[in-house]
């Protein structure tokens, strides 16, 4: 049952765990049923081990959840900073359960990349953050973490004890259950024969399931079920010709039904149960942003979709994003982006590339050389015209006006203005900018931000590779452009407006550098 984990993987997770004094646990921001299953599962199976640990989640978890935390010893980072990062600067080891990339977790990652101590992931989400962590079990092809998570402590306890049935304890049982049933939608979705397995364990073990699956599907508030009436009723939205749905859930309806973090679980899903929809989507206005929430059925990939328009991703069937637009755009924008997704006309609208979906690795070879050589024929005649041209492992920085002060390296915060074209010769279209003046002299919506697009760290894969290698180097004040081909960019994706294997330009603005 556990082929994606091998036995130094095992006893490395032990040895990790045995041979700490103080111990963090951690999940991310806006923790779910699989956050909070595996956070309080794995401190259960410590204490079983004579092991004490805290868990912490950066923001404070959904009430219908609370029966998780029947101590109340969970610490909320948001609110308890100063208890947090003292722990923090103290524990030895820090075990990371249910995300992939570190900025889920929103303050906590700050500190969290200075801690001296030893680091454990395990999780279920694609393109797990792997430099930063001495242990990674990581795998998709998974319901759960709480499930990866079963695997690897029932793995640890038949290496630990080969003379005895390996086992745990009710609580953990529990815990572990919670997860696995929130993260499937109560079974209906990524489910394979190992989850059904372990479901099958947790129940000889003698979990309570009515009570676990009451407490999770029906320990909601009288508000929150007229909530969920009144978007089924006013606010659904279904698009016939897309086979699709949505909901958008604003700050004024929140305020209407008294809604609580947590109250909108599995209102997504509710389009789906309508004949002829095939991809569901729930929008939910926060202070400085829209929450996305995808899902879909049959071969729809809501995880690429996340990645290119909404700056997120997840999984194949269930992803989620952000959105940087006012409420009242969202619905055009959702409609749009969907209609790229399901008949992209992209390359027939430009006329520009004829590259076809299958083509060989030979072709692919031919036409990156090609655009290297267009490349080089560009940056030799910026170097003739007097700018300065830097190269970084394929990628090529042609210095417009110098900046001054720190060098930006791996590991250091930037924020810059962009202007992202595809490149022909030079500046061809444009497709993505942070610059209100470009945006709208040529028609392009910058609501929608990117992932915080203009800001990141440094060698973190926040920016696409190209634009990672090519901002090395630069300084405070620098206006440059940073060019490279398809396979530094998005290589043999459509992604937005961009068409596979296209070479990249961005004309960027340095405004503030940042050495951590």
């Not at 948001?78 to 524990?91: F, G, H, I, P, R």
């Not at 709480?146 to 009710?170: G, V």
């Amino acid at each position: 049952m556990t082929d994606f984990l091998d036995k130094e993987q095992i006893d490395r997770l032990w040895c990790l765990i045995s041979s700490a004094r103080k111990i963090l646990i951690i999940s991310h921001t806006n923790p779910d049923g699989d956050a909070m299953g595996s956070v309080t599962a794995m401190k259960h199976f410590l204490a079983s081990k004579k092991i004490d640990a805290l868990i912490v989640v950066p923001n404070c978890y959904p009430d219908y959840l609370n029966f998780l935390d029947e101590d109340k010893d969970i610490q909320v980072y948001k609110t308890q900073k100063a208890a947090v990062d003292e722990y923090l600067s103290e524990c030895d080891l820090i075990i990371a359960l249910d995300f992939n990339q570190l900025n889920r977790v929103d303050d906590l990652e700050k500190i969290l990349r200075k801690s001296d101590a030893k680091k454990i992931l395990i999780d279920h989400h694609p393109d797990p953050e792997k430099d930063y962590f001495d242990l990674v079990i990581s795998t998709t092809e998974i319901s759960s973490t709480c499930e990866l998570l079963y695997w690897s402590l029932m793995a640890m306890e038949k290496s630990a004890n080969r003379e005895h049935p390996a086992k745990i304890d009710i609580k953990t049982a529990s815990s572990l259950y919670v997860g696995l049933m929130t993260d499937t939608n109560n079974f209906s979705n990524s489910v394979f024969g190992t989850t059904f397995q372990m479901a099958s364990d947790l129940l000889m073990l003698g979990i309570d399931k009515e009570k676990l699956q009451h407490y999770v599907f029906g320990g909601f508030t009288e508000s929150r079920m007229r909530l969920l009436g009144y978007l089924l009723q006013k606010k659904m939205v279904i698009l016939p010709e897309l086979e699709a749905g949505y909901i958008v859930l604003t700050k004024e309806e929140q305020e209407q039904f008294d809604f609580a973090e947590g109250d909108s679980e599995g209102f997504v899903n509710m389009p789906l149960n309508i004949r002829g929809v095939s991809v569901s989507a729930l929008f939910t206005e926060s202070a400085d942003n829209v929450r996305v929430s995808l899902r879909s059925i049959d071969d729809f990939s809501v995880n690429d979709m996340a990645k290119n328009f909404f700056n997120g991703g997840g999984h194949e069937r269930a992803s989620g994003g952000k959105l940087f637009m006012p409420i009242d755009k969202v619905s055009e924008y959702f409609v749009e982006s969907l209609k790229k997704m399901k008949k992209p006309l992209i390359a027939i609208l430009l006329g520009l590339f004829t590259f076809m979906a299958g083509c060989t690795k030979e072709d692919k070879e031919l036409q990156l050389a090609q655009q290297i050589k267009d490349i080089d024929s560009f940056t030799k005649n910026q170097v003739l015209s007097g700018k300065r041209l830097a190269l970084n492992q394929g990628s090529s920085r042609i210095v417009i006006a110098e900046g001054v002060g720190d060098t930006l390296m791996v590991g250091d915060s930037v924020a810059f203005d962009f202007a992202g074209y595809v490149f022909q010769s030079g500046l061809g279209m444009l497709f993505e900018t942070n610059v209100p003046e470009i945006a709208e002299t040529l028609g392009i919506n910058i609501y929608n931000r990117g992932f915080d697009f203009g800001k990141g760290v440094i060698g973190k894969s926040m920016f696409i590779d190209g634009l990672d290698k090519g901002l090395r180097g630069a300084k405070k004040g620098e206006h440059s452009y940073i060019v490279f081909p398809a396979n530094l960019g998005y290589d043999k994706k459509d992604v937005g407006l961009v068409p596979k294997m296209s070479p990249l330009i961005f004309e960027v603005w340095i405004k503030a550098i940042k050495k951590n």
